[in-house]
């Protein structure tokens, strides 16, 4: 069974968390929660950068060449003829690629942040218990490693 660490302040939460990594404990058995963002404990834990960035790059990218495809093609597919100017004017699409850009990216990057968050989940909508409040520290118990018989 689990044994969990209540804290109600955050240096001595922080100074647990050393004490338990310095005992041996592998940061995969921690489950830590806490009332706000701390980054200390992201480096304590070892946790790697998260990969939102490339969901927001992504979708930029891929808005800025779609807004841009998209006046390019439709510009192609009803040209208006007026004298002198070309038929794909760069300047003018180009802002229609930029606002593409912003829209694409931000709606990618709220994908990427529900799918790296493991958002909803419809099962655990409600916890049984309040960490609004608190530090909390979760050791997970070893778990033997299987071996099967010979």
């Given at each position: 069974?689990a044994?969990?660490?209540?804290?109600?302040?955050?240096?001595?939460?922080?100074?647990?968390?050393?004490?338990?990594?310095?005992?041996?404990?592998?940061?995969?058995?921690?489950?830590?929660?806490?009332?706000?963002?701390?980054?200390?404990?992201?480096?304590?834990?070892?946790?790697?950068?998260?990969?939102?960035?490339?969901?927001?790059?992504?979708?930029?990218?891929?808005?800025?060449?779609?807004?841009?495809?998209?006046?390019?093609?439709?510009?192609?597919?009803?040209?208006?003829?007026?004298?002198?100017?070309?038929?794909?004017?760069?300047?003018?699409?180009?802002?229609?690629?930029?606002?593409?850009?912003?829209?694409?990216?931000?709606?990618?990057?709220?994908?990427?942040?529900?799918?790296?968050?493991?958002m909803?989940?419809?099962?655990?909508?409600?916890?049984?218990?309040?960490?609004?409040?608190?530090?909390?520290?979760?050791?997970?118990?070893?778990?033997?490693?299987?071996?099967?018989?010979?």
């Open positions: 069974m044994r969990q660490l209540f804290f109600d302040d955050q240096q001595t939460f922080l100074q647990h968390l050393e004490q338990l990594l310095s005992d041996g404990i592998p940061s995969g058995q921690l489950d830590v929660r806490t009332p706000y963002h701390l980054s200390e404990v992201e480096n304590l834990l070892g946790q790697p950068p998260s990969k939102l960035p490339f969901f927001a790059l992504g979708g930029a990218l891929a808005g800025f060449g779609g807004g841009f495809l998209l006046a390019a093609l439709t510009s192609l597919d009803w040209p208006i003829i007026t004298g002198g100017k070309p038929i794909v004017a760069v300047p003018p699409f180009l802002l229609i690629g930029y606002l593409m850009t912003i829209l694409i990216g931000s709606l990618a990057s709220f994908a990427g942040f529900l799918l790296l968050a493991r909803p989940r419809i099962d655990a909508l409600v916890e049984e218990q309040d960490f609004d409040s608190r530090f909390i520290i979760t050791i997970a118990d070893e778990v033997a490693p299987c071996t099967t018989p010979n």
